[in-house]
């Protein structure tokens, strides 16, 4: 069954997209453009994701909009990979390229815009909430302090980034991403040691997953332009867990997934070879964090998948 298509607005308004040919990007502008907005990419190589969306006005530099563009919605998704090489200091001089430089860069051409955007949706994650140690069931809300670790201190430098364009009369609002499942993004990587007959515990199995079907992700953000309209007073910036309401463990993510490809989930992956492989980044595998999507619950969203079973079924 198709799923309803996702409403973002009644007036059709223009939109510029960083990250627009990335994994949450692709699937964000495809529901903007069914929902009958203008769409801005902004991409390193505007030729080639042409290709992908032709629909798409793309421009390689905010260069090359003048102030005089009209933009209604900001949504800021930019951003290097995380998982990968791993985090020397010139790894992480990158990663805060992409993510903090840029968006202090994309704050500075809506000081300049002579129009401003009523909204900025900028992408974080939960990352900020550091790792929790294993054992703790404790729910972490978008109260919930960070930690001194390089992972809390990207996303922390990231949404202060965003955050200056209040001054210039923007509404910010910072979505803390969990895992984000679809059919692209890092599920195939995890499903594949499943897939192949060799899935298991990673590590000791016990870390907490705060995962997200991609349609919820683009749903939240909807949900968060639909309330953004409704606001009164001076703009602000907001938070927003944007993960599922079930959090499972790893194990218990292996489980399902094996029940649902019909694969074996006996073969466990001690966690010292992916520190050696991997340094301070394993931490994003072997530890978690239990986060809970409190605002939107408290706003009443409604949640396509909010079980992993159902999430992972419609991806098979």
């Known amino acids: 069954m198709n799923a309803a298509p996702i409403s973002f607005d009644t007036c059709k308004r223009t939109v510029l997209v960083t990250g627009a040919t990335g994994f949450v990007g692709g699937h964000l502008v495809r529901a903007l453009l069914d929902d009958g907005h ?112 390089f992972m809390s201190d990207l996303c922390r430098e990231w949404e202060e980034a965003a955050g200056a364009a209040v001054a210039h009369g923007v509404r910010v609002e910072c979505m803390r991403f969990g895992l984000v499942l679809g059919r692209g993004g890092a599920l195939p990587m995890l499903l594949l040691p499943i897939r192949l007959g060799l899935g298991g515990r990673l590590g000791s199995g016990r870390q907490w997953m705060s995962w997200i079907h991609v349609e919820d992700v683009v749903g939240a953000m909807a949900h968060r332009w639909r309330l953004a309209l409704e606001a009164s007073g001076p703009p602000r910036a907001g938070i927003t867990n944007v993960t599922a309401p079930e959090c499972v463990t790893q194990l218990a993510f292996s489980r399902c997934a094996a029940r649902l490809w019909r694969r074996p989930a006996i073969v466990p992956t001690p966690g010292w070879p992916v520190r050696l492989l991997l340094g301070e980044q394993a931490d994003l595998l072997l530890e978690g964090q239990r986060v809970a999507p409190r605002r939107l619950q408290r706003e009443g969203f409604v949640f396509r998948y909010p079980r992993l079973e159902g999430a992972l079924a419609s991806l098979r």
């Open 38 to 149: 203008a769409v801005i990419g902004l991409s390193r190589d505007p030729q080639a994701a042409r290709r992908i969306a032709g629909a798409v006005r793309w421009v390689a530099t905010l260069d090359e909009l003048p102030p005089s563009t009209p933009v209604d919605v900001v949504v800021n998704l930019a951003g290097a990979r995380i998982l990968g090489p791993r985090w020397s200091a010139a790894r992480k001089a990158a990663l805060r390229r992409s993510r903090v430089a840029l968006t202090r860069r994309l704050v500075d051409w809506m000081a300049r815009a002579e129009r401003k955007p009523f909204l900025l949706l900028n992408a974080s994650a939960i990352g900020y909430y550091g790792v929790q140690r294993l054992g703790d069931a404790t729910e972490l809300d978008e109260s919930a302090p960070p930690q001194p670790v």
